[in-house]
């Protein structure tokens, strides 16, 4: 049983430009969220995706933008890069819409801004 | 507003003994379900154990158990038997379920076990 997958494991990444980082749910998972996790910090929110629609968002800004495919799978995007954007991008899938189920995390995509 | 409060930042342990990791949470939700997570320097948050605010009794799943005590807004994780490989930050989490299924989570704890 395939857990969640992401791509790349690491990026470097200059002021202003853009990036995409990838998710592939765990088998059988329906709903995706992304979360940003600063260095020492817990994870904090960016959105969840669920039938090919952002669902819920938290406070982060339009440059954080994302998608969802017919096949579950999931991008997410941020432009115009800042440095406070250096962070551990995390996804989690879940089913929905089950209240008890627990969302399973990938791995995560360093993200180093220059 | 939804918030999880972790007061230590970094605990010690020794090998084969029982720590408790502490969490205190503010909903004004009934219904929520409360989480914790193991994330190891590699940085995957894995999952440990989910306590639901109707769940009759504490849960349990191996040798990690929860003391749920809900007028107090404690949800506290307890490791039995230490082991090395439990050295990790451990984080508290709660999804108030009406709301969505995305989780709001606390600063973490460093755990670190002596041999």
């Known amino acids: 049983d395939a857990g969640v997958t992401q791509s790349p494991t690491h990026l470097i990444k200059t002021r202003g430009q853009q990036v995409t980082l990838r998710c592939s749910p765990k088998?059988?998972?329906?709903?995706v969220s992304w979360y940003q996790q600063a260095l020492g910090q817990g994870p904090q929110f960016i959105f969840q995706?669920?039938?090919?629609?952002?669902?819920q968002r938290g406070n982060f800004p339009d440059r954080f933008s994302g998608h969802q495919f017919p096949n579950y799978s999931s991008e997410l995007n941020v432009n115009a890069l800042l440095l406070g954007d250096s962070a551990l991008y995390l996804c989690?899938?879940?089913?929905?819409?089950?209240?008890?189920?627990?969302?399973?995390f990938g791995p995560g995509t360093r993200l180093l801004v220059l | 507003a939804q918030k999880i409060t972790q007061t230590q930042p970094g605990m010690f342990v020794q090998e084969k003994e029982a720590v408790t990791l502490d969490c205190t949470y503010d909903?004004?939700?009934?219904?929520?379900?409360l989480f914790w997570y193991k994330q190891p320097s590699s940085g995957e948050m894995i999952f440990l154990i989910y306590?639901?605010?109707?769940?009759?009794q504490n849960a349990t799943e191996g040798r990690y158990s929860l003391n749920f005590q809900k007028a107090r807004k404690s949800a506290n994780l307890v490791i039995s038997a230490s082991q090395l490989g439990d050295s990790a930050m451990y984080f508290c989490?709660?999804?108030?379920?009406?709301?969505?299924?995305?989780?709001?989570f606390g600063p973490g704890t460093r755990l670190s076990v002596l041999p």
């Open positions: 909903t004004s939700d009934p219904s929520y379900g």
């Open positions: 088998s059988g998972h329906d709903t």
């Open positions: 989490a709660m999804r108030e379920t009406p709301r969505g299924q995305n989780f709001v």
């Open positions: 306590q639901g605010s109707y769940d009759q």
């Open positions: 995706y669920y039938e090919e629609e952002e669902r």
């Open positions: 989690a899938s879940s089913l929905e819409p089950r209240r008890q189920e627990t969302q399973y």
